[in-house]
């Protein structure tokens, strides 16, 4: 299930493939011209002429939808408003949000998956922020209920394993360019990255269902 760091390592192998026009934003892919969001379960592929396209595999693959920018958007064509992206946001504007949650009275596993208030997690790395952060959360409390040092440890905890995901798709991007594998890389995406990542607790840990979805702790 591509989330924020996946989409953000495509964008990066599309752009070195076409030379720019591509622009991560959470979990949805900013194309030149449309807007992709990949659900559980959508990929991408190359076409017959070398051409990016969007791949509806699996049950749960996500939508495509025209890229018109409007004045309500950046220069990169994504909103000015909303919520901040957790892979490209200062550690103030996550500092920001964080605080808004400790008098919120939603769970904590709601809130890491609500992409209006930080884009681009979902259970994956939500599961590594959780279980980073080292104290006693509980998704299934609610935000205002959490200990008081959630706030101070759950911040360095997106930073830290932000930088992890990051650090670790980079690098395997830069071995297939150097190798001269970007071609390959684009048509094995996502799956391509799991042999690569470096996981703490999803899929080691243990099982959480919870709202429909399974955490990992």
């Known amino acids: 299930m591509p989330e924020a760091p996946e989409v953000y390592i495509l964008a990066a192998a599309a752009n070195a493939k076409y030379g720019g026009g591509y622009v991560a934003n959470g979990k949805q892919l900013f194309t030149p011209r ?15 002429d070398g051409n990016l396209i969007k791949v509806a595999s699996g049950q749960v693959y ?13 220069e990169e064509g994504l909103s000015k408003e909303g919520s901040c992206r957790w892979l490209t946001a200062s550690e103030d ?11 919120m009275r939603r769970r904590l596993d709601l809130l890491l998956l609500d992409q209006t208030e930080v884009a681009g ?5 939500g599961s590594e922020i959780v279980a980073e952060a080292g104290i006693e959360l509980s998704l299934q409390l609610k935000a205002s209920q959490q200990p008081a040092a959630m706030l101070a440890h759950l911040l360095p905890a997106m930073l830290s394993v932000r930088q992890r995901a990051m650090a ?3 690098a395997f991007l830069q071995e297939e360019l150097a190798e001269g594998r970007l071609d390959a ?3 094995r995406w996502f799956k391509n990255l799991y042999a690569v990542r470096d996981m703490q607790v999803y ?3 243990q099982p959480m269902p919870l709202g429909g979805r399974t955490w990992w702790v």
């Open 121 to 125: 997690i979902g259970v994956v790395w």
């Open 203 to 205: 899929k080691i840990g």
């Open 34 to 48: 449309e807007i992709w969001s990949f659900g559980l379960t959508g990929t991408v592929a190359l076409d017959g």
């Open 168 to 170: 670790t798709y980079g």
């Open 93 to 103: 504007e996550l500092r920001a949000t964080l605080h808004r949650w400790t008098t």
């Open 62 to 74: 996500g939508a495509v939808k025209p890229r018109a920018p409007t004045e309500e958007e950046d």
């Open 185 to 187: 890389f684009l048509e």
